[in-house]
């Protein structure tokens, strides 16, 4: 059931990356006024929500297009590469942004901040991340997390594993797993396709992020967003082969040959530093947003055939090669 539209609200997107797609896709749903804000005033598909140029870091562009926000779902992301440099400036925008409109702030963050950790992923773990990537993941959300004791905001934080689903492409299950499936390749996976690993379907993570900017509980604190139950990358993939109908092919480059691939491939570079997500358990606990909000999420293969969909969609060519029935 949508929740109880107000007529006053206004949810405002910073970032048109998929998560704030997805974002956009939920708030129609639910019959939301939403506006998205980019840097280059363009989106892929607005799914309805009035698109505005506007740069966060840019304090008189960032108040012109987020005026009148009563919410603001802080979904910017720097280039993976420039994380360290470019993500602080996001924060300090969409915090003095925020306190001067009296907006809440949303913001869609990950699990790095925990660095390596044996057992479930807890809201409760301390942040040991050694890494550049899980360092600043961790500055940032203190920062924020902090402006909210101070009064300077209103704030919430809901974390996500690795993504699939529509618009993702930069993911471990994301190109190089549907759209090789599609054009009748292997899937290519770095780390270990036995260890178990939690996947966030997108629309479930945007669907969370929503409902944590409308529960005042929220306010103040990190929450797991749901996830459908842990599998590993080989049960991952093979689900998707086996919705094509197709038997599964897969090539899991292990931590070596990932090193070695990073000396040519600067992205493969940059994944290596938090290569331990991939072939150690990363398994997600979400008990906490279960016990207060109750916990929805897509079965993986609802997720998958929604995804599925997406990539044919998205690129017509492989509507023919990825159209045999699960029969053949």
């Known amino acids: 059931m949508n929740a109880k539209v107000n007529p006053s609200e206004l949810h405002v997107i910073v970032g048109a990356g998929p998560l704030g797609l997805a974002i956009a896709r939920e708030l129609k749903h639910q019959g939301k006024k939403a506006r998205i804000v980019s840097r280059s005033g363009k989106v892929v598909d607005s799914c309805g929500a009035e698109v505005v140029k506007g740069d966060i870091t840019n304090p008189a562009s960032a108040l012109n297009a987020c005026h009148g926000a009563t919410v603001l779902y802080h979904c910017a992301q720097a280039p993976y590469h420039r994380w360290p440099e470019e993500s602080p400036p996001l924060m300090d925008g969409i915090i003095q942004t925020a306190s001067k409109l009296g907006a809440k702030v949303v913001y869609g963050d990950n699990l790095y901040m925990y660095g390596e950790v044996k057992g479930p992923l807890k809201e409760t773990l301390p942040h040991l991340a050694h890494t550049r990537k899980g360092i600043i993941r961790s500055q940032l959300a203190n920062q924020l997390l902090e402006a909210h004791k101070k009064g300077l905001v209103r704030a919430t934080i809901g974390q996500g594993s690795d993504f699939y689903g529509p618009h993702v492409r930069l993911s471990s299950v994301g190109e190089l797993v549907f ?108 008990s906490k947003f279960e016990r207060t909000f109750g916990a929805q999420y897509t079965p993986l293969k609802d997720g998958i055939q929604q995804t599925l969909a997406w990539y044919r969609s998205a690129h017509p060519e492989l509507q023919a090669s990825g159209s045999r029935s699960a029969s053949v």
Do not use: C
């Open 179 to 286: 759209r090789n499936a599609l054009q009748g390749k292997g899937a290519q996976y770095l780390g270990s396709k036995t260890t178990p690993h939690t996947y966030t379907f997108i629309d479930d993570f945007a669907r969370a992020l929503v409902l944590l900017g409308q529960d005042e509980r929220a306010l103040g604190q990190s929450w797991h967003v749901p996830n459908a139950p842990t599998v590993s990358a080989g049960e991952f993939v093979d689900m998707v082969y086996g919705q094509l109908g197709r038997k599964t092919q897969l090539m899991v480059i292990p931590r070596f040959g990932s090193k070695l691939l990073g000396l040519i491939n600067p992205m493969v570079r940059e994944v290596n530093e938090v290569f331990y997500h991939h072939d150690q358990p990363y398994i997600v606990d979400h």
